[in-house]
């Protein structure tokens, strides 16, 4: 009976032991993960690109068209266009415009900046008349704060 109580003694050492090794190992090894990247950034982004492109589209046109961002296009007013698309951008953010007519390459209008930041670019497909344009808008946060 002696001999099973040592042992039992042995078994409660070891894990003791174990134990505290394991806790110190936990202690002096600390590996320094960074966070990831907040999605909550590029999600407020993406949104208010959305937004400012919803809102245009809503905007009544003043002498003829869908909206006012329709009758822009319609006229060849590009910088127009984009100026008010850009002016749609919640404050805080900044955007630049891209346009592109029936596949062809996208061209900046209306002011252009550069990031200091991470962007999200939103791109809307609109008809107008017998032409399709892309538009699409790189927002960014002020400062390059992401």
């Known amino acids: 009976m002696r001999d099973d109580e040592e042992a039992q003694v042995h078994i409660l050492e070891m894990l003791t032991l174990f134990w505290l090794f394991f806790m110190s190992a936990t202690f002096l090894?600390?590996?320094?993960?960074?966070?990831?990247?907040?999605v909550a950034i590029d999600a407020s982004l993406e949104t208010a690109g959305e937004d400012a492109l919803m809102a245009?589209?809503?905007?009544?046109?003043?002498?003829?068209?869908?909206s006012r961002l329709h009758e822009y296009l319609s006229l060849d007013s590009f910088d127009d266009a984009c100026t008010l698309?850009?002016?749609?951008?919640?404050i805080g953010?900044?955007?630049n415009?891209?346009?592109?007519q029936n596949a062809m390459p996208?061209?900046?209008?209306?002011?252009?900046?550069?990031?200091n930041g991470a962007t999200v670019?939103?791109?809307?497909?609109?008809?107008?008349?017998?032409?399709?344009?892309?538009?699409?808008?790189?927002?960014?946060?002020?400062?390059?704060?992401?």
Do not use: F
């Open 121 to 146: 670019t939103v791109h809307q497909l609109l008809v107008v008349d017998a032409d399709v344009w892309t538009i699409s808008l790189d927002v960014w946060s002020r400062g390059g704060v992401s």
């Open 85 to 90: 698309l850009q002016e749609m951008v919640p």
């Open 56 to 66: 245009s589209m809503a905007l009544p046109a003043e002498l003829t068209g869908e």
């Open 29 to 38: 090894i600390r590996v320094n993960v960074p966070d990831a990247r907040s």
């Open 106 to 115: 996208a061209t900046p209008y209306g002011e252009v900046g550069t990031p």
């Open 97 to 100: 415009c891209w346009l592109a």
């Open 93 to 95: 953010k900044e955007s």
